[in-house]
T-cell receptor, first 109, second 115 residues
Framework: SQQGEEDPQALSIQEGENATMNCSYKTSINNLQWYRQNSGRGLVHLILIRSNEREKHSGRLRVTLDTSKKSSSLLITASRAADTASYFCATDPQGKLIFGQGTELSVKP | GAGVSQSPSNKVTEKGKDVELRCDPISGHTALYWYRQSLGQGLEFLIYFQGNSAPDKSGLPSDRFSAERTGGSVSTLTIQRTQQEDSAVYLC?????????????FGEGSWLTVV
């Protein structure tokens, strides 16, 4: 079974709005990472948050981590059409990186 | 090369044939992963190589699937007697070390279509 599960599966917003995606996981982690994928090709790393961190920022991205609830959220502020992509969280149980099912984000101009 | 390189980028094969997919990781990266992604789905873990340790093969879906990593660098994923359900993008990724504190870097994938 998947370690990480994203919610929602799909999200459609207007340009300029904020987009929030959530990830839940099952076992304890050392770190949690978020990746982006365009058009079914290779994934690109966005941000890594360690288990002892609660929040991290990178440009328009904000990631939170709640280890007590085993959940993380990715917030994209002031979204742009170019942010349209699939977003995946990934955790590292047992030394390997396992991805969730992803959230498909569509930002309409 | 500068990034993870995969070949072929696209492969169409007949059901029952064997296929080999190749991955050249970033130079010096000790960890190498293979994932499979069916259309519109998430990434399914297949196999993980870390240095000289025995690979973690726990994600391989059947004994038709195997992978090797020669000299700690190039990896080949082999699918024997391909079936239509094997049609997917096969993604390779590499990392400098264990993923716990490291980003992993993906190739562009090999699209496999079994007809």
């Amino acid at each position: 079974s998947q370690q990480g599960e994203e919610d929602p599966q799909a999200l459609s917003i207007q340009e300029g709005e904020n987009a929030t995606m959530n990830c839940s996981y099952k076992t304890s982690i050392n770190n949690l990472q978020w990746y982006r994928q365009n058009s079914g090709r290779g994934l690109v790393h966005l941000i890594l948050i360690r288990s002892n961190e609660r929040e991290k920022h990178s440009g328009r991205l904000r990631v939170t981590l709640d280890t007590s609830k085993k959940s993380s959220s990715l917030l994209i502020t002031a979204s742009r059409a170019a942010d349209t992509a699939s977003y995946f969280c990934a955790t590292d149980p047992q030394g390997k990186l396992i991805f969730g099912q992803g959230t498909e984000l569509s930002v309409k101009p | 090369g500068a990034g993870v390189s995969q070949s072929p980028s696209n492969k169409v094969t007949e059901k029952g044939k064997d296929v080999e997919l190749r991955c050249d990781p970033i130079s010096g990266h000790t960890a190498l992963y293979w994932y499979r992604q069916s259309l519109g789905q998430g990434l399914e873990f297949l196999i993980y190589f870390q240095g000289n340790s025995a690979p973690d093969k726990s994600g391989l879906p059947s004994d038709r699937f195997s992978a090797e990593r020669t000299g700690g660098s190039v990896s080949t994923l082999t699918i024997q007697r391909t079936q239509q359900e094997d049609s997917a993008v096969y993604l390779c990724a590499s990392s400098p070390d264990r993923p716990g504190g490291n980003t992993i870097y993906f190739g562009e994938g090999s699209w496999l279509t079994v007809v």
